[in-house]
Structures are given as structure tokens and as C-alpha cells.
């Protein structure tokens, strides 16, 4: 596998935990990284945090999940050496039954940087813009 597809596997990776509602999985894949957030001084980091702003903002429903797909598109992979930086697109739909209809609720772009260490790549930094805002009542516990 080259090292782009490496790193867009992490990317696809991420979106995959965050829709099975598995958000400790998605802790211990961002554990390494800064997580930050446009328009936000915060910054998370290690897996326990991340795993519990998700948590935190994140409705799962009765599946466990927030019954979610996260569609990750235009990624860019910059790689020089043993570290790597991309950008990407991400649109999220969502269907709730009897709740909300099949609909693009969130959209923006992530920024995130990589490192390889001992042959493998991971995440040093995510940051998260938001750009399109759709009805996030059945997706987030709290606003944005």
C-alpha cells in the first residue's frame, strides 16, 4: 500500500468509528493527535478525551450508533518524509426513523497531519472546520 493510501485509510478509518458510534475507537486513533476546532480555543488531546467529547456531543441512538454517514471526499495527501499532511471534505447525512429524513446535515473540511513512526503512520493534529450547517437536533447533544 503507498503511503497515501496509508494515510487516506486513517481518514476513511476515523469517519467509519465515528458512524458505528464506537467512539473509543475513535479516542485511541486521534490519541496522538491535537484536536482542534475553527472558531474554537479548544484543544483535545489523548484518547480518553477525545473518546469523551464525543461522547459528550455526539447522540448515539438505539442501535449504538448516531445513525450517520460520514462521506470523506477531496482528500489531498502532502507526504515529505516521515511526516504527512492532508486535507479533506467531509459531508455527514443522517436518517433517524420517524425522526428526521435521509439528509446532508453538516459539512466542511479537515485539516490533519501524520507522522510515521515505527513504519506506520498516524495522526498528530485534526482540526475541523464547519462550513455548511444543516438540522443537527438529531446528530449533536449540544449546539455548535
Given at each position: 500500500?503507498?503511503?497515501?493510501?496509508e494515510?487516506?485509510?486513517?481518514?476513511?478509518?476515523?469517519?467509519?468509528?465515528?458512524?458505528?458510534?464506537?467512539?473509543?475507537?475513535?479516542?485511541?486513533?486521534?490519541?496522538?493527535?491535537?484536536?482542534?476546532?475553527?472558531?474554537?480555543?479548544?484543544?483535545?488531546?489523548?484518547?480518553?478525551a477525545i473518546?469523551?467529547?464525543?461522547?459528550?456531543?455526539?447522540?448515539?441512538?438505539?442501535?449504538?450508533?448516531?445513525k450517520?454517514?460520514?462521506?470523506?471526499?477531496?482528500?489531498?495527501?502532502?507526504?515529505?518524509?516521515?511526516?504527512?499532511r492532508?486535507?479533506?471534505?467531509?459531508?455527514?447525512?443522517?436518517?433517524v426513523?420517524?425522526?428526521?429524513?435521509?439528509?446532508?446535515?453538516?459539512?466542511?473540511?479537515?485539516?490533519?497531519?501524520?507522522?510515521?513512526v515505527?513504519?506506520?503512520?498516524?495522526?498528530t493534529?485534526?482540526?475541523?472546520?464547519?462550513?455548511?450547517?444543516?438540522?443537527?437536533?438529531?446528530?449533536?447533544s449540544?449546539?455548535i
Open positions: 500500500m503507498s503511503e497515501r493510501d494515510i487516506c485509510q486513517l481518514i476513511y478509518t476515523y469517519a467509519e468509528r465515528i458512524d458505528a458510534g464506537d467512539f473509543a475507537g475513535v479516542g485511541k486513533l486521534l490519541g496522538t493527535a491535537k484536536l482542534t476546532f475553527e472558531g474554537y480555543d479548544t484543544m483535545v488531546t489523548g484518547a480518553e473518546e469523551s467529547l464525543y461522547a459528550a456531543t455526539t447522540r448515539r441512538l438505539d442501535d449504538g450508533t448516531p450517520t454517514k460520514h462521506v470523506m471526499t477531496n482528500v489531498i495527501v502532502e507526504v515529505e518524509g516521515a511526516t504527512a492532508s486535507r479533506s471534505y467531509y459531508t455527514v447525512l443522517q436518517a426513523p420517524g425522526e428526521l429524513a435521509l439528509q446532508p446535515v453538516i459539512a466542511g473540511r479537515y485539516h490533519d497531519a501524520f507522522e510515521r515505527d513504519g506506520r503512520w498516524r495522526f493534529a485534526m482540526h475541523v472546520f464547519v462550513d455548511l450547517v444543516g438540522d443537527l437536533s438529531a446528530h449533536l449540544r449546539p
